[in-house]
């Protein structure tokens, strides 16, 4: 038994050869892993004394903290047909996403706490990425019912009543009163998309502390109004989808659908400048007959770190950049202590192949879900290697 000082001591994994890459740049090295932490971060050339179990060679490949999916759906309770937590955090795994924000439209809807609380234990026993099970604005999202967001906050850092509307801008003011006297992020879903948008920010601007967070932006405009806030000191994040950036003008049923190309481009402008803050999947897995009979979503778990990395590498933005809005950028909105490569940041770590280039095929999904447009297509960058608390998860096409 290896011990310090006569005491038994952790398993301890050092992943060398790589390139490290987060936020804050780019740089060769190597990394410790202990207890479910980064224990201490090398130089590349750096000498290791400490003892060490494992090793994982690089091999000259990416280095990355996990990525945080701010926008996800796992349909389960309810609709286990689509999806279920089982197979949903296997294909977040294989996808490099460590934590996953899942929104509450499940049957019966995440409006209480004993749903949430089910849901979070289950999650945690399956061992693979961290579950934060969003919670609903109002009570099977009805007009004007609220929940007891008092109650909610200490099982979930954020509520959304994500694929409906909230219309009622009563209902949206107290649900921004509520986000700043309990401290959540309020996520919501907007359409019409701009107008919408546009009537958030303005009770936004009459609600000291509150905090919001707009989902899947898909238009020029709404950009724009959200950067003006955001200069007027508001506290606003926005996130774009994979799908939103990497194509437009597809009739493949999306909310929202794919815009212009007009639109597009501005999305990858926004990315690439800092406007807009994170990357989230919007993983919305359907059946193939849900599909035909008119349910929008798209699949993008497995799929999202290389259609972000396609499309906004081809933009110039660079990977420290990408990690930004896929890792950094989620975890700052959360308030959670992840998302960089550093000394006593969870070991959530994804090894990356930036430079792969491979072809979708829908076929061999981990999700129960195959809806996507993009079946054949050539992508670039592929994830490796997914690493959660110090634990390897997925490695190389299968889970450990």
């Keep these: ?63 990355m903290p996990g990525f945080i999916d701010l926008h996800c759906h796992l349909r389960d309770p309810g609709l286990t047909q689509k999806e279920d937590l089982d197979t949903g955090l296997h294909a977040a795994v294989k996808g490099g996403f460590t934590t996953v924000c899942a929104m509450a439209n499940t049957k019966p809807v995440m409006d209480d706490s004993e749903l949430l609380a089910k849901n979070l234990d289950r999650a945690q026993a399956l061992g693979l990425a961290t579950l934060i099970q969003v919670a609903a604005v109002t009570r099977d999202f009805s007009d004007a019912d609220l929940v007891d967001f008092e109650t909610l906050r200490p099982l979930t850092p954020i509520f959304s009543n994500d694929g409906h ?21 309020l996520a919501t879903h907007n359409e019409p998309e ?48 994979p799908h939103h950036v990497y194509a437009s003008g597809m009739s493949y049923k999306v909310h929202p659908p794919f815009r212009s190309w007009a639109d597009r481009k501005a999305l990858l402008k926004g990315a690439v400048a800092g406007d807009i803050d994170i990357c989230g999947t919007d993983h919305a897995p359907h059946t193939d007959a849900d599909k035909r009979a008119g349910a929008p979503g798209i699949n993008n778990f497995e799929t999202g770190f290389a259609m972000y990395h396609t499309a906004l590498s081809a933009a ?11 890792s950094a950028g989620p975890a700052n909105r959360l308030g959670l202590k992840a ?62």
């Design 194 to 241: 701009t107008a919408t948008v546009v009537r958030d920010i303005a009770l936004l601007e009459k609600t000291p502390g509150a905090h919001l967070h707009i989902c899947h932006i898909s238009r020029k405009d709404t950009l724009d109004a959200i950067v003006a806030a955001k200069q007027r000191g508001l506290d606003i994040t926005c996130e774009v989808t």
């Design 316 to 326: 110039g933005m660079a990977l420290p950049g990408l990690s930004r809005m896929l």
């Design 339 to 400: 998302g960089r490569i550093a000394d006593k940041y969870p070991a959530d770590l994804v090894l990356v192949d930036p430079d792969a280039e491979w072809q979708v095929n829908s076929a061999q999904f981990i999700s129960k879900s195959h809806n996507t447009p993009f079946d054949g297509k050539w992508l670039r960058g592929k994830v490796l290697l997914t690493m959660k608390g110090g634990r390897v998860v997925y490695d190389h096409g299968s889970f450990v």
């Design 165 to 185: 509307n909230i219309d009622n801008a009563d209902t949206m003011r107290v649900a921004l009163e509520a986000s700043a006297k309990y401290d959540f992020v």
């Design 1 to 63: 038994m290896n011990t310090t000082k006569g005491k038994p001591r952790k398993m301890r994994t050092l992943i060398e050869n790589v390139t490290l890459v987060d936020s804050t740049g780019s740089r060769p090295g190597k990394v410790m892993t202990e207890d479910g932490l980064i224990r201490k971060v090398y130089k590349a050339r750096g000498r290791v004394q400490a003892q060490y179990d494992e090793k994982i060679d690089g091999r000259g490949k990416v280095l």
